[in-house]
């Protein structure tokens, strides 16, 4: 999703106890996987011709320059899912390219980091999101959330639930092909605070609410799958409250109006937002929890 603020329930940062850098030797050789989360589509500068819209100041490059590390693959791709991850080609975003071959051909025996950010398009998330814009106040528009648990069942979380097992299935494979780097999970992002600051945001209070919930029950669902799948999970949403997208000033991810902080795709990170995602990942790889 590649790519919503307040935290509606409590959040999880860290799922397993963090380990100190020098034990791992985790700079030796890091590969980033994920979506356009991960690669920060339209944040300058960008990869040259790079089909993908993976910036040079995505969370993994800033990631990689603040370890020092020593071999570095950025292969995360807009618009990736799992199955990109794990075994199909993804299609080129610019017409002419060839196709993106499975990121997890990156890795190898010697990997030593990897970092990814995936699930939010094997659900459709970032779509789901965009239902929940409405310039005009009700009634003019349509609730997301109405429309999404219309009958008591919520379809939302549902499809949110379905994750699992691919999150599951890919942190699986990343192990086989690299069995002793230490692999990383993230979150998506507090994209925006509870009740939403409509109109600043054309989102209405309630389906902010919601909008973020999902994103929040992803967070929770990737945790959990991260520890049934020895991994490691880091949080981003916690770390974000205040620098939602109601927050033009500082905010870390965008909704449909951009601030000031760089990066002007809806539903996105900025610029500020990968500053700080790498920060967060850097200070919980080397054992810092000041963030």
Known sequence: MAALSLVLTAGFWLATAPRALAEDNVADEYVALGDSFAAG?????????DPCFRSTVDYPHVLAKSLGVKTFRDVTCSGATTA???STPQRANLPGLP????????????????TVTIGANDIGLA??????????????????KATQTAGGTDRGARAVDSVAD??????DAIHDQAPTARVVITS????????????????????ATYMQGLVNRLGRVTARVAAEHHADYVDFITPG?????????????????????????????TA????????????????????
Do not use: M
């Not at 409509?198 to 309630?206: A, L, N, S, T």
């Not at 109601?246 to 002007?264: E, H, M, Q, R, Y």
């Open 41 to 49: 589509p339209l944040i300058l500068p960008q990869e040259e011709l």
């Open 84 to 86: 990109n991850i794990l």
């Open 99 to 114: 196709a993106k071959p499975p990121q997890i051909q990156a890795l190898t025996r010697h990997t030593t980091l990897v």
């Open 127 to 144: 779509q789901l999101a965009l239902t929940c814009l409405n310039v005009l106040p009700p009634p003019a528009g349509k609730s997301c």
């Open 166 to 171: 691919k999150l599951g299935d890919t942190l």
């Open 188 to 207: 998506y992002a507090n994209y925006i605070r509870r009740g939403g600051c409509y109109p600043e945001q054309p989102v209405w209070p309630e389906d």
């Open 241 to 269: 409250t205040g620098h939602d997208g109601c927050n033009l000033t500082s905010n870390w991810a965008n909704i449909l109006v951009p601030g000031t902080t760089l990066g002007i795709v809806p539903l996105h990170p």
């Open 272 to 291: 500020l937002g990968e500053q700080s995602f790498a920060r967060i990942l850097r200070d919980y790889l080397t054992g810092q929890h000041d963030t």
